[in-house]
């Protein structure tokens, strides 16, 4: 019996291993140690086979059986398969991706985790009225049981807490569920849900009566209530022993939802995420997978987490770029989970204000139901819009005069206003005054920010950082200025503007954790009068009550984008800004700076809303024949030398065009320099393939990548394939 073993090697194939003597047939999903060349690496047994094409004299066995269970379920590794297959990503490392990270780096074998219930004798009464957290998690073991350690963890019960249980003798071990049993258990409400409003009940009425397979695209308007809607149509799913998987795009959304969700129902929830240890990862990714964990809320990553019962996916900001990976295994979370419903036969909800231009154009086309939320819930009334002309105005530090008045007003009045400028850093460059140039970087073809806290100048492509230069390296005048601004730099003025007001700064800069962003939330929402200056951070899902002005500093900067969806880009992101305005009781207005006007589609957005924009764009779309009426795909490639990519990538496309007939390619683009061609000292270039089908696209690139692998050229060429790009960059 041979074994197939994937693993984390740039190459498209599985592995054959023997299995050693006295070691019993191994089983599919489980770990294994074996020697690759000069080193020891972890991989997983895909499969058993009686054939191999290795000499059997040269065919190695195993070193080691890490795991005598299976890690990895037949869903999963199908999954996988189709991922690899699709994405055109190594097999091996694509399944790997399967596993969490403590696995692929620990060879020793996992335990299951320690679970914990009630003693026989056990009496909440006999714990001192003093001891708060003693009694609280006694209440949450005994609503609970069994519960694991990490679940306790999760729900912020230290070990000391915990110990004293164990020691007044109030919990005791106990065995673990039983991994991949059906879950008999239901999960009910602990408190009632919101009064819904007729949009809202018909949806969720619509969603509950789902049966199998069914993408639903929620389209929602801001502070429609679509979070109410996903966690009264979750409640069928649990009650019937199911679990549910919540996907968001940013890690920043992750808190508020947890938050509402344990209010909600009383059981286990993970939050999953990249601010936790593999430690944590691993103990909750036991406990989804043993089914102990119902109610599942992580970023994209968490598509590849094994259930014991998955019976409904939700995703939330469906039309977020966040969910395509763009490093590495560029899959995207949000096609992976309809592959998965489909798998699996479960309902999948996709959730969003401004939804991506397939996601609709799916709906066109019958693939998809459509359910639309058009009003806000509660009180709350849509905000006003308004197309503030900027050309001729003298603006202070990026804002004008009349716009800082209109702030004045609303914090006057008590309330919040936020300032969004999609910028970090004080000032985009820093400039000469005598000799006109820039400081820019050596690594890149960008521009260095410059940044006050700490000071700085910062390449955001590569992280490269030195210090504020004192004279020009070109004419070495020392009459170097800021040009533009950021969010520094609107924090200061307005700090200066509005000394008794607290301004609070949200970006990648200010909010470094998880911890510190939780923070600055909940000092916004103690309602407070407050000025936010943030980048999209602030975009993405967050409700602010109290704030009653929006004001976008820079609109113009996303509408004359060279990426095909550039404008589609732009207009989500203002309507998501725009959405953080009046939210509650108090009327909200949008205001966007910009010098255009009379922008016919900018018109249009703030005039008819998004879905009359996406229609007029799927129109232009559809003309020009670009996605989602076309299927693309970018081959990128760089090197450490100038025309080495471009040369490389050149030698495929006359390899393709010789070895096809014209009418059996798509059409090949390039290739050509990326628009920013060098990044982080290489040099970098792009071939592109447009097709009406995707049958096209993928013969295409799967001949592509058979030819990259085994040319022997590429060696001095790093490069990668991304299907579906969402942007041309």
């Not at 003597?21 to 690496?41: D, E, H, M, W, Y």
């Not at 972890?42 to 070193?63: A, C, D, R």
């Amino acid at each position: 019996m041979i074994v197939r073993v994937a693993l984390p090697v740039p190459l498209n194939r599985l592995f054959d291993y023997a299995i050693p003597q006295g070691v019993a047939v191994p089983a599919i999903g489980a770990r294994v140690l074996v020697k690759f060349g000069q080193r020891s690496l972890i991989g997983m047994i895909h499969s058993l086979s009686e054939q191999t094409e290795v000499p059997l004299n040269k065919l190695k066995p195993f070193e080691a059986l890490l795991d005598q269970e299976p890690l990895v379920d037949d869903e999963q590794i199908q999954l996988g398969e189709w991922a690899a297959s699709y994405y055109k990503y190594p097999l091996g490392d694509t399944l790997i991706h399967l596993l969490p990270n403590l696995a692929r780096k620990e060879q020793h074998p996992f335990s299951a985790p320690d679970y914990w219930r009630l003693t026989e004798h056990a009496d909440i009464e006999s714990l001192p009225k003093r001891a708060v957290r003693q009694r609280a998690l006694f209440t949450l073991i005994k609503n609970r049981q069994p519960i694991s350690t990490s679940a306790i963890r999760e729900a912020e019960f230290t070990s000391q807490v915990q110990k004293a249980l164990i020691e007044s003798e109030q919990i005791e071990p106990c065995e673990a569920p039983l991994i991949g049993a059906q879950l008999v258990n239901t999960v009910l409400p602990s408190v009632a849900g919101l009064a819904l409003n007729a949009e809202q009940q018909r949806a969720v009425d619509q969603i509950k009566q789902s049966e199998g397979f069914s993408p639903i695209l929620l389209v929602g308007v801001t502070g429609s209530g679509k979070t109410e809607v996903y966690l009264q149509s979750i409640e069928q799913a649990l009650a019937d022993g199911k679990q549910v998987l919540i996907l968001v795009p940013e890690i920043g959304l992750t808190p508020q939802l947890v938050e509402r969700f344990t209010a909600r129902f009383n059981t286990n929830i993970a939050s999953l995420h990249s601010g936790l240890t593999d430690r944590m990862r691993f103990e909750a990714w036991q406990s989804i997978r043993s089914g102990e964990t119902r109610i599942v809320i992580g970023t994209r990553s968490a598509i590849f987490i094994p259930f014991a019962n998955l019976g409904m996916i939700v995703i939330d900001e469906e039309h977020d770029p966040s969910f395509k990976q763009q490093e590495g295994f560029r899959y995207h979370a949000r096609d992976l989970a309809l592959v998965r419903a489909k798998q699996l036969d479960i309902p999948v909800i996709m959730g969003s204000a401004t939804p991506a231009l397939e996601s609709l154009l799916n709906v066109q086309q019958g693939r998809f139901k459509e359910l639309q939320l058009t009003q806000r819930a509660g009180r709350a009334a849509a905000p006003s819009f308004e197309l503030f002309d900027t050309k001729g105005v003298e603006l202070d530090t990026g804002l004008a005069p009349e716009i800082i008045s209109r702030i004045n007003d609303h914090i006057t009045l008590g309330n919040q206003v936020l300032v969004f400028i999609n910028r970090r850093g004080f000032a985009p460059t820093l400039t000469c005054q005598d000799c006109g140039s820039t400081v820019d970087c050596t690594r890149c073809d960008a521009r260095m920010t410059l940044h006050r806290k700490p000071p700085k100048l910062h390449c955001h492509h590569c992280d490269r950082q030195t210090p504020i230069p004192r004279h020009c390296q070109h004419c070495g005048s020392d009459q170097l200025r800021p040009a533009g601004s950021g969010t520094e730099r609107i924090e200061q003025r307005l700090s200066e503007l509005f000394t008794h007001t607290s301004i609070k700064r949200v970006d990648r800069d200010s909010t470094h954790s998880r911890q510190a962003f939780e923070s600055l939330m909940n000092e916004v929402n103690s309602g407070d009068p407050c000025i936010l200056v943030g980048t999209q951070m602030l975009a993405k899902g967050h409700h602010f009550p109290n704030v009653t002005l929006v004001v976008i500093v820079n609109t113009d900067a996303g509408l004359f984008s060279a990426d095909v969806r550039g404008m589609e880009r732009t207009a989500q992101l203002i309507m998501q800004v725009a959405g953080r305005a009046g939210r509650a009781e108090r009327p909200g207005e949008v205001v966007l700076q910009t010098h255009q006007v009379d922008h016919p589609l900018l018109n249009t957005l703030v005039t008819s809303g998004y879905l009359t924009f996406a229609e007029q764009e799927l129109m232009s779309r559809k003309q020009a024949q670009l996605p989602p009426f076309a299927f693309q795909a970018i081959i990128r490639a760089e090197a450490k030398k100038q025309g080495w990519a471009e040369a490389h990538l050149m030698r495929l496309r006359r390899s393709l065009e010789a070895s096809y007939p014209r009418e059996q390619l798509p059409m090949i683009s390039g290739p050509f320099p990326s628009f920013m061609e060098k990044r982080a000292g290489m040099f970098r270039a792009q071939l592109m393939f447009t097709g009406d089908s995707r049958t096209s696209i993928q013969g295409t690139l799967k001949a592509a990548q058979n030819w990259l692998e085994q040319d022997k050229e590429s060696s001095r060429v790093r490069w990668n394939i991304d299907i579906d790009p969402v942007d041309s960059f």
